[in-house]
């Protein structure tokens, strides 16, 4: 074992033979030099103070459903959030960790009859990547119902304000700040009867089930929409849908999911996006950016 190894496996659960591709819901990306499941939230400061002062680079992930990773060795450390998955209610006001499952959360909080969550229960991500995302659905989004979230700065863990956050569409201060590390969040929710929120959730599963390629590997919606219109009708109009390159396709039954059908690579789907953006430009003006992020490649 190496020192790396060594002093990380004091902190949590320690792996130094996993692949992007495992860990991605796309499943694709090379191997992983070191790779840790952190077991609390003062082991993260351990770990990142640590590889800070030696000037090792890290990533921290979460369910892996929004990232497109290269095939080349990542020779950082990743860390996973998964196992700091703690929880509590207090009336209307909840306090969740980095690593609960946004499903799962979205369930207890129905069960509780706690409403604003209810666009994350078919979101496939943790809450420290919907928090960084900014992510969301059915005209909602994770600043609807945040009030402030913990992060880890450099040397510090602070509660953020939801003001200081610079929460827009898909965007936040976390994505210009990649090395900060998103803990925990709290958040206000409203009292509304479990049943009704029930339906609406399982009401938007089946409507999803029916329109997205969910039994595929992906990253879910590959662009942002622009203001003018959904990202899918121009990839449709511009004759992108079904188009295949090697294992990569635009999805059949929704042509804004880029999906894996085995054996696809993060070169050939950035191959798919760059021509479509080319054309989309070419055709339209406009810019489809891409909601994906692409790591190591
Ligand atoms: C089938 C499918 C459907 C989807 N539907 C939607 C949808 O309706 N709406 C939507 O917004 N998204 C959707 N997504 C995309 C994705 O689920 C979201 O972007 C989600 O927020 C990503 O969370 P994650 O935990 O998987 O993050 P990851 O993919 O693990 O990470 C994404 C980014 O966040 C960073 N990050 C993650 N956790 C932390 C942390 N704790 N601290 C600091 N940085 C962190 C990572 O470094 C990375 O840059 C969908 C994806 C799939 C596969």
Same mark, same amino acid.
């Given at each position: 074992?190496?020192?790396?190894?060594?002093?990380?496996?004091?902190?949590?659960?320690?792996?130094?033979?996993?692949?992007? !591709?495992?860990?991605?819901?796309?499943?694709?990306?090379?191997?992983?030099?070191?790779?840790?499941?952190?077991?609390?939230?003062?082991?993260?400061?351990?770990?990142?103070?640590? *590889?800070?002062?030696?000037?090792?680079?890290?990533?921290?992930?979460?369910?892996?459903?929004?990232?497109?990773?290269?095939?080349?060795?990542?020779?950082?450390?990743?860390?996973?959030?998964?196992?700091?998955?703690?929880? $509590?209610?207090?009336?209307?006001?909840?306090?969740?960790?980095?690593?609960?499952?946004?499903?799962?959360?979205?369930?207890? *909080?129905?069960?509780?009859?706690?409403?604003?969550?209810?666009?994350?229960?078919?979101?496939?991500?943790?809450?420290?990547?919907?928090?960084?995302?900014?992510?969301?659905?059915?005209?909602?989004?994770?600043?609807?119902?945040?009030?402030?979230?913990?992060?880890? !700065?450099?040397?510090?863990?602070?509660?953020?304000?939801?003001?200081?956050?610079?929460?827009?569409?898909?965007?936040?201060?976390?994505?210009?700040?990649?090395?900060?590390?998103?803990?925990?969040?709290?958040?206000?929710?409203? !009292?509304?009867?479990?049943?009704?929120?029930?339906?609406?959730?399982?009401?938007? *599963?089946?409507?999803?089930?029916?329109?997205?390629? *969910?039994?595929?590997?992906?990253?879910?919606?590959?662009?942002?929409?622009?203001?003018?219109?959904?990202?899918?009708?121009?990839?449709?109009?511009?004759?992108?849908?079904?188009? !295949?390159?090697?294992?990569?396709?635009?999805?059949?039954?929704?042509?804004?999911?880029?999906?894996?059908?085995?054996?696809?690579?993060?070169?050939?789907?950035?191959?798919?996006?760059?021509?479509?953006? $080319?054309?989309?430009?070419?055709?339209?003006?406009?810019?489809?950016?891409?909601?994906?992020?692409?790591?190591?490649?």
């Amino acid at each position: 074992m190496s020192m790396l190894s060594d002093f990380l496996s004091q902190y949590g659960e320690y792996h130094n033979d996993l692949y992007f !591709k495992d860990l991605t819901t796309i499943r694709m990306g090379g191997h992983i030099a070191h790779f840790i499941y952190p077991n609390t939230i003062d082991d993260v400061q351990h770990i990142v103070r640590y *590889l800070r002062s030696e000037h090792i680079d890290f990533k921290v992930i979460g369910n892996g459903s929004n990232l497109v990773c290269g095939e080349s060795e990542y020779e950082g450390v990743v860390i996973c959030l998964k196992k700091i998955d703690g929880y $509590e209610i207090n009336g209307e006001q909840v306090y969740a960790e980095a690593g609960v499952k946004a499903p799962l959360l979205a369930n207890v *909080l129905a069960k509780n009859g706690l409403s604003g969550f209810e666009f994350a229960g078919s979101i496939p991500g943790d809450v420290g990547g919907l928090l960084y995302m900014n992510a969301g659905a059915y005209k909602s989004d994770m600043s609807a119902v945040v009030d402030e979230v913990l992060v880890l !700065k450099k040397d510090e863990l602070v509660w953020m304000k939801k003001d200081e956050l610079e929460y827009a569409y898909r965007s936040s201060i976390f994505q210009r700040h990649p090395h900060w590390v998103v803990l925990a969040c709290r958040m206000s929710l409203v !009292k509304k009867d479990s049943d009704e929120i029930f339906d609406l959730m399982n009401d938007r *599963l089946e409507r999803r089930k029916a329109s997205q390629p *969910l039994d595929k590997a992906s990253c879910g919606s590959c662009f942002r929409n622009p203001e003018a219109d959904f990202a899918w009708k121009y990839i449709d109009e511009m004759g992108y849908r079904g188009y !295949k390159l090697n294992g990569i396709e635009v999805s059949e039954k929704h042509s804004n999911f880029i999906v894996n059908n085995g054996g696809g690579t993060a070169a050939d789907f950035l191959k798919v996006v760059y021509e479509i953006q $080319e054309k989309a430009k070419e055709k339209y003006g406009i810019k489809l950016i891409m909601e994906v992020e692409k790591f190591n490649c």
